[in-house]
């Protein structure tokens, strides 16, 4: 017999974190390497997610071009354009957090888990639109099979900040799949919207309302719930390497 599975639930209280390893402080605002990439970020829409976004934040705020040794100095080998898709990731979750605590977010006001899950990916869908146009060269830094571990790690971090933000609180294989079901509907999303020409992102936003509501039909099972999951999950591996193979 299938036992029934609530996908998420309303929280009672936001925890200051969600895992030990997983805090809300993303960005260390004062360390050199923040402020020079937070000011990278204002020339991404202007030249992607290039290292001269880095050149020209060096320039503007003064600083000796030695202090890139900042930037290329890191323990993970991770290379200019790496470091600044990473970064903008981490800035738009902590955006994403902030929004979360806004007492006046009307994130507040929706009483269903699942559309408070859906509300939060669309919300984080919204922070591209400054730079939906170079989109793609971020995405390009992700999909390669050296990036491929800190990319997913930070597309699962996601997908774990959305689900507890909605309400999980399962400490069970129900964790898993309910991650693995949100990493696949942002990514499939955010696939969407580089085609999207319709006013306001709407048919992205719809996009989203769909691949929830599915997962809301199938959340009547536990079973089917966790076939869909594994389903989701080798669709996200596909998903990546077809990126991968478009250059």
């Not at 009483?111 to 591209?128: G, T, W």
């Amino acid at each position: 017999m299938f036992r029934t599975l609530r996908l998420w639930t309303k929280p009672t209280a936001l925890r200051s974190y969600h895992s030990v390893s997983h805090p809300n402080i993303l960005i260390n605002k004062k360390a050199p390497e923040s402020v020079l990439l937070t000011k990278a970020l204002d020339y991404i829409p202007s030249h992607g997610f290039n290292k001269k976004c880095i050149d020209d934040a060096v320039r503007d705020l003064g600083y000796a071009d030695s202090l890139q040794s900042v930037i290329a100095a890191n323990p993970s080998n991770e290379s200019p354009e790496l470091q600044l898709t990473l970064f903008w990731l981490k800035f738009q979750r902590q955006k994403l957090y902030d929004h979360v605590l806004d007492p006046k977010s009307p994130f507040h006001a929706i009483p269903d888990e699942y559309d408070r899950a859906a509300y939060l990916l669309k919300e984080r869908l919204s922070y591209n639109r400054p730079i939906v146009g170079q989109l793609a060269s971020g995405l390009s830094q992700l999909v390669l099979p050296y990036n491929w571990s800190a990319s997913l790690s930070e597309l699962h971090a996601l997908s774990d900040d959305i689900a507890y933000y909605a309400g999980d609180m399962s400490n069970d294989s129900a964790w898993y799949a309910k991650r693995l079901l949100l990493s696949s509907i942002y990514v499939k999303s955010e696939l969407y919207m580089l085609s999207d020409t319709s006013p306001d992102f709407s048919s992205t936003s719809s996009f989203v309302d769909r691949n929830v509501s599915a997962v809301k039909f199938m959340g009547n099972s536990y079973n089917a719930v966790e076939q869909w999951s594994a389903f989701n999950a080798i669709s996200l591996v596909n998903l990546i390497r077809s990126q991968l193979a478009r250059g």
